[in-house]
């Protein structure tokens, strides 16, 4: 439903050929962090989606950490990103400008600064101009964390959503608004993200990735509304 509203067709697999065609090889981008990883029925669903376009199967690969050393993931033609949202210990939150960070060997390097300049990312040969459609996975979103690669589930909540778009920057502005209202309703008070995940207004100011403005992203909502906070 999500893709076919996004590209506005009436059927998934009408969209998924505005994504891909026969012709290109497909990288899905997904994320293995142990606490919570994109579910294999979110990349099963990617998969056949791109299947259903047309691309043959061996042209297809679902990798997050392996990308540098996947045949298919080095000469992909398109990229799908996929992850789950959460807090992060370097860049405030782990989202769709995030999750390419593993086309780098050393993405230590984009540390700085809580991350300021995690857009340039996005410039590196394997990731520039690929990413066809990025994907927030917000089926149980993780909120607050301290410390590095922490996790607590009483931190997570079944929002049981998923957002998608062709804009990564709009992607997680929208997800760090998200977190922004639960965090209050959660702590009663306001609970800023912290580090400030401010690589997201960056990659829209600096580096020209997509819209990090709330007031100028169209976000279009499918199916339950309660407690969307939207």
């Given at each position: ?17 505005k ?8 990288g ?6 142990g606490p ?15 299947l ?11 990798d ?8 298919v ?12 949202l ?7 939150i ?10 780098t ?16 990312v ?43 778009s062709?804009d ?16 209050k ?8 993200i ?6 997201v207004v ?13 007031n100028?992203i ?13």
């Open positions: 439903s999500a893709v076919s509203r996004l590209f506005e067709v009436d059927k998934p697999s009408e969209a998924w050929k994504i891909v065609g026969p012709k290109d090889i497909v899905i981008k997904s994320n293995v962090w919570l990883p994109t579910p294999s029925e979110v990349e099963q669903a990617i998969e056949a989606g791109i259903s376009a047309g691309v043959e199967k061996e042209n297809i690969a679902i997050d950490r392996g990308v540098l050393r996947s045949e993931f080095k000469n992909a033609t398109a990229l799908i990103n996929v992850r789950p959460r807090t992060h210990h370097w860049s405030g782990g989202g769709c400008l995030k999750n390419p960070i593993m086309f060997p050393t993405p230590w390097k984009y540390h700085d600064n809580s991350c300021a300049d995690l857009g340039l996005w410039k590196l040969p394997e990731v520039k101009g690929k990413v066809r459609l990025n994907i927030l996975v917000l089926l149980t979103p993780h909120f607050y964390s301290v410390g590095p690669h922490n996790f607590d589930a009483k931190y997570t909540w079944p929002y049981r959503g998923l957002l998608v062709t990564p920057v709009a992607s997680d502005a929208v997800g760090i608004s998200l977190f922004n209202a639960k965090r309703e959660y702590f009663e008070r306001e609970r800023p912290k580090p400030p995940p401010h690589h960056f990659a829209d100011t600096r580096h020209g990735l997509g819209v990090s403005d709330l100028k169209e976000l279009v909502k499918l199916g339950w509304m309660e407690n969307s906070y939207f």
